[in-house]
Every structure is written in C-alpha cells, then in structure tokens.
C-alpha cells in the first residue's frame, strides 16, 4: 500500500526545528541520528513508513507542551507515539518531521479505592495498571490482547477494547478525563474525576479514539470497578466456524453475558493446536469466561452450559479445570495473533464489527470471498461483540492485487449487514480509503472541519483517518 500523500516539510525547517527542540529539551531527549529514530518509523501494521527526522523522548507535560509549539512555530508535522502496538498505521511516521514519544511518561500517579478512580500518564502498559489495580482489590476491565505491550495513550487514542468488552465495554466507558495539549501547546483539562457529569460538551469522548489527530494526552483519569471475586472458563468445542456461530447467536438471545465469547475457526484452532492439546474433532471453538459471586457463578456456567450444547455441530463443552488450564487457555488466545502470523509470508489482519446477530452470515460471507479472490484466510476474535479479526493470508507479493480485492469486499459486505469497518484497532492509514463505504461526504466533511479546529494547519498525524481528496478506491 503507498504511504498517502502528505506536505513533507521543508529541510530548512526540519534543521531549525532540531535545533530549537535540542536547546530546549536537552540532547538526552532529542534523537536525530538515522539509527536512533528508525525503530520510530512503523507500528505493527506491516505498513512502510517514512524516516523520522527527529524522535522527542518527552519525560513530562511540559516537554510535550515545548514540542507542540516549536512543531507549530516551525511548521514541521508530529506523530504521537506510545508502544507502536497499533495495527492500522496510526503511529506509523507518514510524513518526516517528529515522532512524539510519550513511552516514558509511565506514572501511575493514584489509585482511589474511595472513588474508583486512577490517574494515569499515557506511557504506563496496560498490563501494568491491571497488576496495580487488582493488587488493590479493583478491576480496570479493559484488555486488549497486546496489553502486555500496549500503553494507556494509545488505548485512549484507538479506543481500544479486548475480550472482556462483552460485558464491560471498551475503553471509551472507562475514560473519565485528559490533559491534552494541542499543536501550538496550549494544555487543557477535559472531562472530570466524578462518575456523572454533563457540563458543557463533551471533549473527552470526541478525543477518544482521535488517532492521535486532535491533541497528545499526557494525563488519562479512567473510572474503575471492583474486582470480581470468582472467574470461570470454559471451552465450546464445535464440528466447524457455522456452529460456533450459531452457539453465539444462541447465547445471546438467550440473555446471558458472559465476560468473553472469543471465537476461534479451525485454521486458527490449528495454529494453537500447536501449544495446547484440543480435541482433534473439533473444527471450531467458543472460549466463554464468566465472573461473579461463588454461587451465582455455577448458575451463570450452568445455563450457559446448556444454551451452547442446544444445538446442532457441538462436539463437546469442557470447563477450565483449574486457574493455571485457565491462564494457558488465555495465554494461547493472545499468542494467537503472532501464532497465525507464522502461517505465511504476508497477513493482514481485519477488525471487522457486524450486529450480533448476523455473526453467522459473516462467516458464510467470509467464504463466499475466499472461494471468489482464491485468497486463503482464517477468523477469530471478540464474536459476543459481533467483532470479528477476518485475516488474509499469502506468500507470493503477485497475489497483493487478489488480497486487496478479498480485502475490499469484505469492507462492503460489512456494512452490507449493517456493521462498521473496526470495532478496536482505528482506522489510521490502512482504512482510510474506505471509510466512505460507511459514512457521507457531509459527515466526513464536518470531522475534517473539527480537526481543523483543534489543529489549523493540519500537522499532527496526517495523512491518519481521512481518505486523500478525490480518491476513487471505494
Ligand atoms: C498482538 C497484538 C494484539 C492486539 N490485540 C488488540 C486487542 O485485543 N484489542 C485492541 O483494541 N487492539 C489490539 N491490538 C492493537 C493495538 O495494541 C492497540 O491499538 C493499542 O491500543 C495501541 O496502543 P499503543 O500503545 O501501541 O499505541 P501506538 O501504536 O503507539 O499508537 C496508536 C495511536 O495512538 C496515538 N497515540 C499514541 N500515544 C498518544 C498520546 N499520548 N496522545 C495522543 N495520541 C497518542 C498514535 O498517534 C496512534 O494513532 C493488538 C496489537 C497486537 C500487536
């Protein structure tokens, strides 16, 4: 895929701005050799970028504030940056210039057992916050499968969500507040520390899930809950993907809300076969986790039991023996991205999100594509959330004009069933093209206004979200 086009600025700008952001920030957060910033220039979406020019090691709100201004006075783009876990080209260096680094901005600053509240910098790991809230007997729900990687900013800054957001919701319903600091520097507070709150409009949901386009967090105050005494797995084992799906459908037309329902089809089953022992019948497989009180727990399994075996393609349903079968099952879901990646060459990982119901119609659809572009693929992922990874795979680089045709068709039968094209990992540089599948001129038009609002001249992240002017790809 080419990088979109984008101003790159000029060089007698980028070597004034070098200047000015060593003089004020110090040569120890100021990378500019070609080695230093090439581990900048991409993120996990197999996406080329382009060179930084400089990376800024920002330590503190300030060094992103002097950053900011100095990126504005000398007209020189910036791309945010936290783990580089993102998948859609968001963090990916599009246009030269700065690469913002907030990684080491990684304090957790409190955690309010009154309040349910923590007070986090955007460079603190996901997996991290998890560890310091549980060992105060509270939960943040969120998980994305990278939390072992990933970082509170770009959680904000995708919107991120993970296998626990069937029932919790994803990091939108947790985000209570930001600093944020705006291309020019100007720092402000959004939002508020309170659970309810309605004054004025509300900034903190429009900066959710902004790209890295509208503003870089340097602050993130996220609500909390209590941490569920008793977790229970269990394993729907189905002939193939049409059971599984339609054991999902079933599931939640029945009512229940387990805290995940994570599909895997038989070619991703056979990655993990590879770490964990499954039984060789099974073409398919549900992993289904509930939360809750003791007693209430067993009633939760028991129905959800019943309700997955009631019907047709079930091979067998197997509960979690014990925490460490429990920990392995889990540590096998999230190796699955990596395990997949193995299967070949080249694979793109799709992030489709069709309503609940019409996850069986998805997966049939899905077939229909193979069989049609002849472009091999596998699915897994967050199906309670009709949230779907549909990955294409393939060896030879001849076959990237089929792969761009699966990947196409895919897009329009998603928002044929009424869905949307990503339901976690943003749109970045690699959807952008098709985002007027899904939404208007007129409502593309108003964001593009909005971005100019916070950003005039259009130098933080460009070239993220918004289809170039005039293309014709969709
Ligand atoms: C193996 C694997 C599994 C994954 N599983 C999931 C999953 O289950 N759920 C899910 O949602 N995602 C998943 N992802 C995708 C990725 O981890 C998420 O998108 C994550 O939220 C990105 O976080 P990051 O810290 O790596 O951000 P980055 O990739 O560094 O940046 C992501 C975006 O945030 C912006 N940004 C970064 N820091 C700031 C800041 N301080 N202020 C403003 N903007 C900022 C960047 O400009 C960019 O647009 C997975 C990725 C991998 C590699």
């Known amino acids: 895929m ?7 600025a000029p060089a007698r700008s980028i070597e004034q701005v070098k200047v000015a952001l060593d003089q004020a920030l110090g040569t120890s957060k100021v990378l500019v050799s070609e080695s230093a910033c090439a581990p900048y220039t991409n993120d996990d979406s197999m996406l080329e970028g382009r060179l930084p020019d400089v990376v800024v090691l920002a330590e503190s709100t300030a060094d992103v504030a002097t950053t900011l201004a100095l990126a504005d006075r000398h007209d020189v783009p910036v791309t945010p940056r936290a783990a580089g876990s993102g998948r859609t080209g968001g963090a990916m260096c599009v246009a030269g210039g700065i690469v913002l680094a907030t990684h080491a901005l990684a304090q957790i600053k409190d955690i309010d057992r009154e309040n349910l509240v923590a007070v986090v910098e955007p460079g603190v790991i996901t997996g991290k916050l998890h560890a310091a809230c549980e060992a105060e007997g509270l939960f943040y729900p969120p998980d ?14 995708e919107n991120a969500g993970g296998p626990r957001a069937f029932k919790y919701g994803v990091t939108r319903e947790y985000v209570l507040g930001l600093e944020v600091t705006m291309m020019g520097g ?3 507070r959004t939002g508020r520390r309170t659970t309810k709150g309605v004054t004025g409009y509300d900034v903190t949901a429009l900066l959710v899930g902004s790209e890295g386009t509208l503003g870089v967090f340097t602050e993130v105050t996220l609500r909390l809950v209590p941490n569920p005494p008793a977790i229970a797995t269990v394993l729907g084992l189905f002939d193939d993907v049409h059971g599984a799906g339609a054991a999902v459908s079933r ?9 995940c329902l ?22 398919a497989m549900l992993l289904l986790e509930v939360d809750g009180e003791g007693s ?6 028991e129905r959800l039991g019943g309700v997955v075996v009631d019907g047709p393609g079930v091979v067998d349903v197997v509960a979690a023996q014990d925490a460490a079968q429990r920990a392995r099952l889990w540590s096998a879901r999230k190796a699955l991205s990596l395990a997949t990646r193995k299967l070949a ?14 996850v069986p119609e998805l997966l049939a659809r899905v077939d229909r594509i193979g069989e049609a572009t002849r472009v091999r693929h596998l699915t897994y992922g967050h199906a309670g959330d009709g949230n779907l990874h549909v990955n294409f795979l393939w060896d030879d ?12 068709r895919l897009m329009q039968e998603t928002v044929a069933l009424g869905g949307t094209l990503s339901g976690e990992h943003g749109i970045g540089v690699t959807k952008a093209a098709f985002l007027p599948l899904e939404q208007s001129e007129g409502l593309i038009a108003l964001q593009r206004s909005l971005k100019r609002v916070f950003d005039p001249k259009e130098l933080l992240n460009p070239g993220k979200i918004f289809p170039a002017v005039g293309h014709r790809s969709c």
């Open 2 to 8: 080419p990088l979109p086009k984008v101003r790159i």
């Open 144 to 157: 994305p499968n990278s939390c072992d990687m990933c970082m509170i900013g770009g959680n904000v800054a």
């Open 186 to 188: 100007q720092t402000l």
């Open 251 to 259: 599931i939640i037309a029945a009512g229940l809300v387990p805290r």
């Open 262 to 283: 994570e599909l895997l089809d038989r070619a991703t089953l056979d990655a993990v076969r590879k770490e964990l022992p499954i039984d060789p019948r099974a073409g």
């Open 296 to 301: 209430g727990l067993d009633a939760q399994l």
């Open 345 to 358: 060459r080249f694979k793109i990982a799709e992030d489709v999100v069709v309503p609940r119901s019409k």
């Open 397 to 408: 680089p001849a076959e990237g004009p089929r792969v761009e045709d699966a990947t196409l």
